[in-house]
């Protein structure tokens, strides 16, 4: 043993280990998918039929808003970079932990303080249920005067703060702790996906806080950002969140492809080709996704040349897409393709990628997107993406790592069933919906009158999603199972590339005894005689930024309370800004500070 | 097995890059609340609206050149610490600090005179001119907090966190700079 954690609940609360915080994310985020799934399928049972009466129009709204909320914010986004990532992304650079355990920490604790104070509205009855765009003037305190809005708002610079952090953290993690050897030419795949999610986030995050501080003085304090009467700018509200929320898009579905890169080459039996036009396809979907907004204002009347800019611009998302699509492909085609529920996972994201991105293509051209906008259409496109495309590799990806965090092997006869149940289910639910959307059946409306020949789309729609949660709930069954019941699969049992196979199963605290060197992007296929020894205290080594060679040994912090007291405080803080006690909240960012103060009093080479 | 042979650090540390990153974050915000900025003023036919005075110009600008000159002895501070010179990086961060407290004083005061005559509540003019402010000024409160952390915290001696700590503080001080001449361009920018 090198080191070991702390037992029982108390080393939960206080720990540091990049695995057992990706643990807690993996376990908060699954369930606020719960959540959002609940609050879809109500969606559905309302809209089965015409005239329907389960849900009030409010709470239609609510629930609505809520399910947009929720997947993007507090399930896709904490499951990616916050589970899959932090789990994940130490084991592939062949590192110890996180570059900064304790922000790991902190950022893990305030997701959990946001979520729950999202979903506090809920139980309240004033959940946010102005959409998940919440367009102004619809978001002012004239028309919603409640605190539904507030919610939202200081909802999401919350995750935010949480998501910022932990963005930062991957950045630095892969800059600096990659293995000795292992250049920027050796990084896995899916790590160039992680990095470009991660930068993303740190350049999209910010237009959103704008607009919400803009949006939350404007309602409390009755600035005038948005009025036009006094000066303001509707639009501007849209150009903001646009900014933020195209690059959100590819936040999404760019961990998917990752995922697809790492599970791909180890059940085809051959390495990634094109690697280097991948990688860079990778980052080149993410740049690309920071000049696209405006696609999504189409309909608001911008100048024809801002348009035509925006539509070519869209376009070329087509490129970095397709090469990879290509890439995928090719490799399962020029290899021993071993059709196990990872890869029929994988499949299925393709097959679901094409289709959202065929749909996707249309949207460029301008009249089609002025014509359907705002129809089912659009609702079915992008659930082909953000729930086929991004979700389908992350339950591929639960399979394929099932065995390196339980130590045990998956059911594989349930697993590839729950495949074809939850491909079924998600083509009936979303497929359909192009259609009615064509019929001109437009989103957020809670019902639909019986005679404009949608109700049988509807009710195939609601079946479907049923369906889907059948699936779901199979694949869950299967690793809850398995977790107790499964087979031992030893370290390595689909013998991957990548440097997570070569520690044991689970893998110890420490990750790995002696730190591997790499001479190859699959190091477990191609494993070098060197390693790096390091002492038996808390210590990581770190590399230089481009080639990652060895350059200093670091001590890492140990293990704090202060992370989750810190996200405690910051919670309360949100909680008064909500009911407006600014001076309260005035003395909570003060006790925030002092709390910063007490947690670096301690540095990490005074710690044992 | 043999151990890869151990070298002297060459690249700069992870909390530095640390406070690389978030500082990109930073510089994210205040771009985005420029641009907010002249979206407004370009949809607004008088900027600043009617019954709203022009911003004055001398004493910012001197305010100005006063915030940026400290960074010459915060990076002085980040030279005595590479030396392990407790004492020499404490003298000069009190010297930036005393400066940048004397800058904070004397905008919150023009701050409070502009509240005076018009108000963020008024116009779309007001509402960012007042938020663009208020963002710079929270910015340079909190490099005055690092810099007082390092000041107390030096009393202990130079240790290799605090070395990484004042050179990721020297980094975000001359960013906050940076960010301050910007804003204060852009809300002169009515009187230039």
Same mark, same amino acid.
């Given at each position: ?7 029982g ?14 643990l ?10 719960g ?20 849900l ?5 709204n ?8 929720t ?21 592939m ?23 729950l ?14 959409g998940w ?53 050796r ?10 999610v991660s ?7 910010p ?18 950002f948005?009025?036009?009467a ?19 898009v590819y936040i ?26 991948v &990688?860079? =396809?990778?980052l080149? %979907?993410? /740049?690309?996704?920071?000049? $696209?907004?405006?696609?999504? +204002?189409?309909?608001? !009347? @911008? ?5 035509v ?9 087509v ?16 290899g ?18 094409v289709?959202g ?14 014509a ?33 965090v ?5 059911h594989e006869?349930? &697993?590839? =069933?729950?495949?074809? %149940?939850? /491909?079924?289910g998600?083509? $009936?639910?979303?497929?359909p +919906?192009?259609?009615? !959307? @064509? ?10 009158h ?15 999603a ?7 709930l ?28 070569t ?5 110890p ?30 210590e ?15 001590h890492?912090?140990s ?30 960012a ?10 670096h009093?301690?540095e990490?080479e005074?710690?044992? | ?7 002297a ?22 771009a ?18 009617p ?40 003298l ?11 800058y ?9 005179d ?15 001119y ?35 700590g004042i ?25 230039l």
């Amino acid at each position: 043993m090198i080191w070991e954690e702390r037992p029982g609940v108390l080393g939960w609360l206080t720990t540091v280990d990049h695995k057992r915080i990706g643990l807690l994310y993996f376990f908060t985020s699954l369930f606020f998918l719960g959540a959002g799934g609940v609050e879809a399928l109500l969606m559905r049972t309302q809209l089965a039929q015409p005239n329907n009466k389960v849900l009030s129009p409010e709470t239609y709204n609510q629930m609505m808003t809520m399910h947009g909320v929720t997947m993007i914010f507090l399930f896709v986004i904490p499951m990616t970079t916050g589970a899959f990532g932090n789990y994940l992304l130490p084991l592939m650079l062949g590192a110890r932990d996180m570059a900064f355990p304790r922000l790991n920490a902190l950022s893990y604790w305030l997701f959990l303080g946001a979520g729950l104070f999202l979903y506090a509205s809920v139980f309240m009855h004033t959940a946010p249920d102005c959409g998940w765009f919440c367009y102004t003037p619809l978001n002012t305190s004239t028309y919603d005067p409640g605190l539904n809005v507030d919610f939202y708002t200081l909802g999401l610079i919350f995750t935010g703060l949480s998501t910022t952090a932990g963005a930062i953290n991957i950045i630095v993690t892969t800059f600096k702790l990659r293995a000795p050897g292992m250049s920027f030419n050796r990084m896995p795949l899916m790590l160039f996906a992680l990095l470009a999610v991660s930068f993303s986030l740190v350049f999209a995050l910010p237009p959103l806080t704008t607009n919400l501080v803009f949006l939350e003085l404007q309602r409390k304090l009755g600035f005038q950002f948005f009025d036009v009467a006094n000066g303001g700018d509707a639009l501007l509200w849209q150009h903001l969140f646009w900014l933020f929320g195209h690059p959100e898009v590819y936040i999404i579905i760019l961990p998917a492809m990752g995922i697809a890169t790492s599970i791909i080459p180890t059940f085809s039996r051959r390495k990634m080709i094109a690697f280097p036009l991948v &990688a860079l =396809a990778e980052l080149l %979907v993410a /740049f690309i996704g920071f000049g $696209v907004w405006a696609h999504h +204002m189409f309909a608001t !009347g @911008l100048p024809i040349g801002v348009l035509v800019f925006f539509a070519a611009a869209s376009m070329m998302v087509v490129i970095p897409s397709t090469i990879q699509i290509y890439a995928w492909l090719f490799t399962v085609n020029l290899g021993k393709p071993d059709f196990r529920a990872p890869l029929l996972f994988i499949g299925g994201f393709i097959a679901l990628f094409v289709i959202g991105g065929l749909s996707g293509i249309m949207f460029a051209a301008i009249p089609f997107d002025q014509a359907t906008t705002d129809t089912y259409f659009v609702v079915a496109h992008f659930h082909f993406i953000i729930f086929g495309a991004a979700v389908f590799p992350i339950l591929g990806g639960l399979y394929y790592w099932f065995p390196k965090v339980t130590g045990r092997m998956y059911h594989e006869g349930w &697993a590839q =069933a729950s495949f074809w %149940v939850t /491909f079924v289910g998600t083509i $009936v639910t979303f497929f359909p +919906m192009h259609l009615v !959307g @064509l019929d001109g059946m437009t989103r957020r409306v809670y019902t639909y009158h019986s005679g404009y020949g949608w109700s049988t789309s509807n009710l195939i729609e609601t079946i479907g999603a049923f369906v889907l949660a059948v699936g779901l709930l199979m694949i869950f069954a299967n690793l809850a199972w398995s977790r107790f019941r499964g087979a031992p699969s030893g370290p390595d049992p689909f013998y991957g590339g990548t440097l997570e196979w070569t520690t044991s199963s689970p893998p110890p605290p420490y990750n790995f005894a002696v730190i591997p060197t790499v001479s190859s992007p699959y190091p477990n296929w191609e494993p070098t005689e060197t390693a790096v020894e390091v002492g038996e205290s808390h210590e990581t080594p770190t590399s230089t930024v481009r080639d990652g060679l060895l350059d200093e040994v670091v001590h890492m912090p140990s293990e704090s309370g202060w992370p989750i007291v810190l996200a405690a405080v910051v919670s309360l803080l949100f909680v008064m800004l909500l009911t407006s006690h600014i001076y309260v909240a005035a003395i909570f960012a003060c006790l925030g500070l002092l709390i910063v103060a007490a947690w670096h009093w301690h540095e990490p080479e005074q710690q044992a | 097995m043999s151990a890869v042979p151990y070298t002297a650090r060459s690249a700069k540390p992870n909390g530095w890059w640390g406070m690389v990153v978030f500082v990109a974050t930073e510089v994210t915000l205040f771009a985005t609340l420029v641009g907010s900025y002249y979206d407004l003023r370009f949809k607004t036919p008088r900027w600043p609206p009617p019954g709203v005075p022009d911003p004055k110009l001398a004493l910012p600008l001197i305010l100005m050149a006063a915030l940026v000159a400290t960074s010459i002895p915060v990076q002085l501070a980040v030279g005595f610490s590479r030396r392990a010179q407790a004492r020499g990086a404490q003298l000069a961060l009190l010297t930036a600090m005393a400066v940048q407290v004397a800058y904070l004083a004397v905008q919150i005061h023009l701050f409070a005179d502009d509240l005076s005559h018009f108000r963020p509540q008024g116009s779309a003019y007001g509402s960012i001119y007042f938020t663009l402010l208020g963002v710079v000024h929270l910015h340079v409160v909190v490099g005055i907090l690092l810099e007082a952390w390092f000041v107390v915290r030096l009393f202990g001696g130079m240790t290799r966190y605090r070395r990484v700590g004042i050179e990721a503080t020297a980094f975000y001080w001359h960013t906050v700079n940076v960010l301050a001449v910007a804003v204060t361009l852009v809300v002169l920018s009515p009187s230039l």
